[in-house]
């Protein structure tokens, strides 16, 4: 075999085997099954088929067309509205067509969740108010003049009411929902009115909680007011990396559609489609059983934490209502130092988490390289098995690495024992030999 081509499986090997004996719980992450895996791996991959189901561009699209149909209507059953495109590859892109749809390209006005709060550098601006450059995508693509929500960050949520009195003085084009630091339903009934007195279009970005909200068990964003729900496939919806774009407003599909083909993309990535349509069978399935089970572990996760002297944060509110939970780690600053001290010796126990900026840690001098907190989320590991006991085993392994100061080797040993017992995924459909027929054939 070519040198390179044996190192890079090599690599792959490896980090297999590191996967295989860690403990995963960065919250944008996810696993897919072997029935999603299958379809991923078609021959799907090696296709184009530019346009709407019906009507492509392209000849061969035959049974691509079937796949993405069905894969639209699962979309549509599981989040229980009338529009479902499952062409944008990725969360980012799906928000995007959203800006295009809503907004005037340079200067329109979008209001969002404060980045440092747990926004999404996808709702960004090029330019924070004080000129240093980030290259938010909204900003940077559309050019979109943007302003912040008001935030309580005793509530960790969005204040309604300061926010209200934003949207009247500010008159935005598109109010946004959604981030990637959130352990609450945002206020979207309550702001959705005001909305509407400026006449302006609600979003709602799902990607970390699409899952949750397809089972069931956070917020209805479509039913309480939004226009259009963006999401990735991949967080809390155990699918490919890939993106959707759903409404429950008939009137809106015509302006929807061509802001993703032909406005974002050529081709949509058709394999992923099948492995999608494959996810949303698999939630329509077992979803409602997983994401209970996912929310009751990051609770479990957050006591057992804050149990052992480290500080999960809003105790008082049981810590969260969706898979992630934010803890405070200023009180190791003198012994082990801060959120990306805190990263590094963790993951040489193979536990792998990322750190995060706590909403005041920008008011208190730290720097989002090295912030005040951690966040952690529980959509992978409870797809492996694990439940309200692994979740104090965890604790353990933190309090061991951060209180304790045993040796991380001496932990990635426990780690690896531990994790033994959950290397299968849970929660999908068993696949049978004759799967393997559509794989790939050359
Ligand atoms: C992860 C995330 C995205 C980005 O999604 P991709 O699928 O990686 O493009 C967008 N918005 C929010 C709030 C996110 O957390």
Redesign the pocket.
């Known amino acids: 075999m070519n040198k390179r081509v044996e190192e890079i499986r090599n690599i792959l090997i490896e980090h297999n085997e590191l996967f295989s004996k860690s403990i995963p719980l960065i919250a ?1 992450e996810n696993i897919t099954s072997p029935a999603v895996d299958e379809a991923c791996n078609s021959d799907f991959s090696h296709r184009y088929a530019e346009g709407w189901v019906g009507q492509r561009v392209y000849a061969g699209c035959k049974y691509i067309d079937l796949v993405e149909d069905i894969c639209m209507e699962l979309a549509k059953e599981y989040f229980n509205c009338v529009h479902a495109d499952v062409r944008p590859i ?4 799906a ?1 995007l067509a959203m800006y295009n749809a809503f907004t005037s390209a340079n200067n329109g006005k979008m209001l969002i969740m404060p980045i440092p709060k747990g926004g ?1 550098i ?1 709702h960004a601006p090029k330019f924070t108010k004080s000129g240093m450059a980030i290259y938010g995508t909204a900003g940077t693509v559309r050019g979109l003049n943007i302003e912040y929500m008001a935030f309580n960050n005793d509530e960790m949520n969005i204040d309604p009411d300061a926010t209200a009195k934003i949207i009247r003085e500010f008159k935005p084009e598109l109010i946004l929902f ?3 630091v959130f352990l609450f339903p945002h206020p979207v009934k309550e702001l959705s009115e005001v909305a509407k007195d400026v006449g302006a279009n609600v979003g709602y ?1 799902a ?2 909680v699409a899952g949750l909200i397809g089972s069931g068990y956070f917020q209805d964003p479509l039913r309480e007011g939004a226009d259009v729900m963006t999401l ?1 496939t ?2 809390t919806l155990p699918g490919p ?1 890939h ?1 959707t774009l759903l409404s429950d407003r008939e009137d809106l599909i015509d302006t929807l559609r061509p802001n993703v083909f032909p406005a974002l993309l050529s081709n949509h990535h058709l394999h992923n489609v099948a492995g999608l349509a494959v996810t949303y069978a698999e939630m329509l399935e077992f979803g409602k059983d997983y994401h209970k089970k996912v929310i009751d572990n990051a609770k479990a996760l957050g006591q057992a934490l804050y149990e052992r002297g480290i500080n999960a944060l809003m105790e008082h509110k049981n810590f969260t209502e969706s898979h992630q939970i934010v803890i405070d780690i200023t009180n190791f600053e003198k012994t082990i130092g801060l959120g990306g001290d805190i990263e590094r010796l963790v993951e040489e126990a193979n536990i792998i988490i990322n750190r995060n900026l706590l909403p005041w840690d920008i008011s208190q001098g730290r720097h989002y390289m090295n912030p005040g907190g951690l966040r952690l989320g529980t959509s992978e590991i409870t797809r492996l098995g694990m439940g309200k006991s692994e979740m104090v085993d965890i604790a353990e392994f933190f309090k061991e690495l951060l209180i304790n100061k045993k040796d991380p080797q001496k932990v990635k040993q426990e780690v690896a024992e531990f994790k033994k017992d959950f290397q299968e995924i849970k929660y999908c459909f068993q696949t049978s030999n004759k799967a393997y027929e559509y794989l790939k054939f050359y």
């Not at 990725?90 to 892109?93: E, F, K």
């Open positions: 944008s990725s969360g980012v892109v928000n999404h996808s959604g981030g990637s970005d990607a970390h990735s991949h967080k990396q993106g």
